[in-house]
């Protein structure tokens, strides 16, 4: 049966091109270019750590003078260095990391070939493990290296590649502007899509190609990179004194297994405030927040406004396209109804007639499937060379493959119900005695 | 009029499609109109400086250069190199130019001494340069005078306790912001953590735009300080007109010539990087353009298809009409204000779905109200686009020679 349909349906498409065509090309410009933008929103609020980000999370506290304070405003976003230590060595996770940005000055062993700069990230010990960094050599540093502020260093595979060939980085010595380290590690290719653990970066900047010791960077005055908010009359520090100001510009994320943990992290967030207020530090009453990875993502808006606005104007655009074919087979059905009238006097059912109609839309719906996805690559190949941070990530994988074709399916068999119902409807007696 | 609407009532159902369709074409089209406007509007303005005599580049040491003393001495060092060249007019340091982004300082200013907050205009934005930085830049003064050579000074408001200097140049808007209404010429401003530090206006300028256009800043609220140095600053060259694309090339040479031991990010033409900061707004108006360009495609290729279907259909009926005594002109007046009427439906529909679209869209991304003046552009194009999409169709439909009136289907 529904190899006959099949058959009837492609003479249909066939007797009529223009009109065809045109419903192909409606059905495909629409699927084309909201699949663009569904992919390029579905890259930008993807998991970074599918395993692993409903055990991680981002603590806030509010260190800040009574000096603009209103009760209940979210507090800053970053950590100054003693809280931020004083955190990391309350040891209350099963794993927590301390960190800042930073950009340093990379000079290449060879000599002659001139010196550049690389992201950079001053760490303690427990990122790699904490992230599930894979290691293509090498390993990352322990808390000991941290402490005693070990000269090593873990660089990125590009990096490696560049300055000795990633198979004999491990072990070389790297020169970081007037000082030396030593590489003990090579990080595989590793882009978390956002930049979660830093969105003071912007959220999707790329990984860095340095990673250092946090108290060995700090103590060698290696610079910083990212936001700093300072209050008081401290006004911002020099590099020699980042440790003592009253300045938020540390990353801290701590890992808690079980919702037991997460809640005794929260009470001991709230007791550490209190703790401070009473050493005189703090001055604010307790004003904390623990937010998991992605409530983390999702209080820091990373999905720009201008993406939103696209992905919808492509629904929007896509709401005309399902129309525009509703109009355009209900025409399509409707011219038929002489065709089809003939059928119904020669004994075929409604339902077989609806199922008829069905085929050839889904045939339509096919084509207009496959000219979108020709459509969304020509699309995500244009934003890939738009110079903003997500760009490189904007790339169809299998499983959108397969839901745009789905997609393009399932919209035009719906467009096709109503046509087809109102098609099937036609009363055979009156169209035969027309003709 | 009459036999046009009794005859639409027969195909209520693809009318009502038709109909739905430029309706949500006109809410988009006219919204997308808008946004295109606003961000042309954005993009029309005037930075306050020479754009095409500009020249900058950023370059660090990696060296032992870290005492600001060995700064300061190799910044004089590269500045008379810089000005050595030829086609260059001068050379300055700055920390940050209109529209550049980077290096831009934020403070609060105090009318009086002690600084109280509502005595205050916070969020202006500071920009600090070396000798001739407002002849360099191109910067015209509107009143006032430009700095005198004994007022550039020793100055970082972030580190150090020095004084600032004794005269900054202000915009107009920060100058109306500070003292409405008021000469702002030899006005008091006072500086620092507690408003401690006082220095006065020498000039004024109308246009100086801040290194980023946004809401927290707005768009010129700025003044102007006279140092000697600037830490992590820009060098900042003005070229004879023609010598640019030459000083762009031949500037990292000029600087390695001083000193090797560093790094230089580039130099660039200070017209591609105003050109580049409005690359977002350019990005989102062609997006826009294409976007409005298929659906009004879509929606000529819908009544196209539609027309076509109901003449086909009314092929017996036209030969009819045309027997008895219409002319052609008739037959192709007749299809065109059908097709009015339908258009005129959609755009009445679509009106409306576009002031809530607009609304929607103030609601969730800040966009400003849609002025009325949209509305009837959005729906003058569907007019004419309606009527150019049913022309072929109706043309057919007058080509029907009466004698089809006299066959059986």
Not at chain 1, 297 to 321: E, I, K, R, T, W
Not at chain 2, 183 to 197: R, T
Not at chain 2, 254 to 266: A, E, K, N, S
Not at chain 2, 308 to 327: D, K, L
Request: proline share 5%; hydrophobic share 45%.
């Amino acid at each position: 049966m529904f190899g006959y349909y099949f058959d009837l349906a492609l003479r249909s498409l066939k007797r009529n091109k223009v009109l065809t065509a045109l419903m192909v090309l409606a059905i495909g410009l629409g699927i084309g270019a909201s699949m663009t933008m569904i992919t390029v929103l579905h890259v930008m609020t993807a998991d970074p750590l599918p395993d692993k980000s409903v055990r991680l999370f981002y603590p806030q506290i509010d260190p800040q003078d009574m000096e603009g304070y209103t009760p209940g405003k979210d507090p800053m976003d970053q950590f100054s260095w003693t809280d931020a230590m004083n955190l990391l060595h309350a040891r209350k996770g099963s794993h927590q990391v301390a960190m800042t940005g930073g950009r340093v000055t990379v000079r290449p062993p060879q000599g002659e070939s001139r010196a550049f700069f690389a992201d950079a990230r001053y760490t303690s010990s427990d990122f790699f493990s904490m992230f599930d960094v894979p290691f293509l050599y090498g390993s990352g540093w322990t808390a000991d290296d941290d402490d005693r502020q070990a000269r090593a260093a873990v660089i990125s595979r590009a990096l490696a590649d560049k300055l000795y060939g990633a198979d004999h980085a491990v072990g070389q010595s790297l020169r970081l502007g007037k000082d030396v380290f030593r590489v003990i590690g090579v990080i595989d290719r590793w882009n978390p899509v956002p930049h979660f653990y830093d969105l003071t970066q912007g959220s999707y900047h790329n990984t860095e190609d340095v990673f250092l010791p946090l108290e060995t960077a700090i103590a060698l005055g290696q610079g910083t990179a990212g936001n700093m908010n300072c209050w008081g009359s401290g006004g911002f520090p020099t590099p020699g004194n980042m440790k003592n100001a009253s300045c938020a510009w540390m990353q801290f994320w701590v890992q808690l297994d079980t919702p037991a943990l997460v809640q005794a992290y929260r009470e001991y967030l709230v007791h550490y405030s209190e703790q401070q207020k009473i050493l005189g530090r703090f001055q604010r009453p307790p004003n904390t927040r623990l937010y998991d990875l992605m409530g983390w993502l999702d209080y820091n808006h990373v999905v720009p406004g201008s993406v939103q606005l696209q992905a919808l104007l492509a629904l929007g655009f896509m709401l005309v396209c399902l129309v525009n074919t509703v109009a355009l087979l209900l025409v399509k059905f409707l011219r038929r109804s002489s065709e089809l009238g003939v059928r119904r006097a020669m004994g075929a059912s409604k339902q077989s007639i609806f199922a008829q109609l069905l085929v050839e839309a889904s045939l339509i719906g096919f084509a207009g499937g496959v000219a979108g996805l020709l459509l969304a690559f020509f699309g995500l190949w244009i934003v890939r060379h738009q110079p903003v941070q997500y760009a490189s990530h904007a790339h169809l994988d299998a499983a959108m493959l397969g839901t745009t074709l789905v997609l393009a399916m399932c919209a035009t068999v719906l467009a096709a119900i109503f046509p087809a119902w109102r098609a099937c409807r036609v009363q055979p007696a009156r169209v035969l005695k027309i003709q | 009029m009459h036999p046009i609407l009794s005859a639409l009532k027969h195909h209520k159902t693809v009318v009502i499609l038709v109909v739905l369709e430029i309706a949500l074409t006109c809410a988009i089209v006219s919204n997308a109109l808008f946004i295109i406007g606003s961000h042309l509007a954005d993009m029309r303005v005037h930075t306050g400086v020479a754009d095409n005599e500009l020249v900058w580049a950023t370059s660090s040491g990696i060296g032992d250069t870290t005492t600001p003393g060995r700064q300061a001495s190799r910044a004089a060092a590269d500045l008379a190199a810089l000005r050595s060249m030829p086609g260059v007019r001068s050379a300055v340091i700055t920390n940050s130019l209109p529209l550049g982004i980077t290096g831009s300082w934020g403070t609060c200013l105090a009318r009086k001494a002690g600084g109280e907050k509502p005595d205050s205009v916070c969020t202006v934005v500071m920009y600090a340069g070396t000798s001739g930085v407002v002849n360099t830049l191109g910067i015209k003064l509107s009143q006032g005078r430009d700095f005198l050579p004994q007022e550039y000074q020793d100055y970082d408001p972030f580190h150090g306790d020095q004084p600032p200097p004794p005269s900054v140049i202000v915009t107009r808007s920060l100058a109306e912001k500070m003292w409405p209404g008021e000469n702002p010429l030899g006005k008091a401003i006072f500086l620092g953590d507690k408003g401690s530090d006082v220095t006065h206006v020498a000039g004024v300028t109308d246009h100086l735009l801040n290194p980023s256009i946004n809401k927290y800043n707005g768009a010129d609220l700025n003044l102007l300080l006279p140092v000697t140095s600037v830490a992590g600053g820009k060098y900042v060259l003005r070229t004879e007109p023609g010598a640019r694309d030459v000083t762009l090339r031949d500037l990292p040479k000029v600087l390695d010539g001083v000193d090797d031991q560093r790094i230089i990010t580039g130099s660039h033409s200070y017209a591609d990087t105003v050109s580049e900061y409005f690359h977002d707004d350019r990005a989102l108006i062609w997006l826009l353009l294409v976007v409005i360009g298929c659906l009004l495609a879509l929606t000529a290729l819908g009544v196209v298809g539609l027309s076509s279907f109901w003449v086909q259909q009314r092929t017996h009926q036209i030969g009819i009409r045309r027997a008895i005594g219409a002319t052609r002109g008739d037959i192709l007046r007749y299809f065109q204000v059908e097709n009015f009427l339908i258009v005129s439906g959609g755009v009445a529909l679509g009106l409306l779905l576009a002031v809530a679209l607009n609304l929607l869209l103030m609601k969730h991304y800040e966009l400003p109200q849609l002025p009325l003046y949209y509305l009837p552009i959005a729906a003058l194009v569907l007019w004419l686009l309606g009527q150019l999409a049913v022309l072929g169709p109706a043309l057919r439909a007058a080509a029907v020679p009466p004698v089809v009136a006299t066959r059986s289907v």
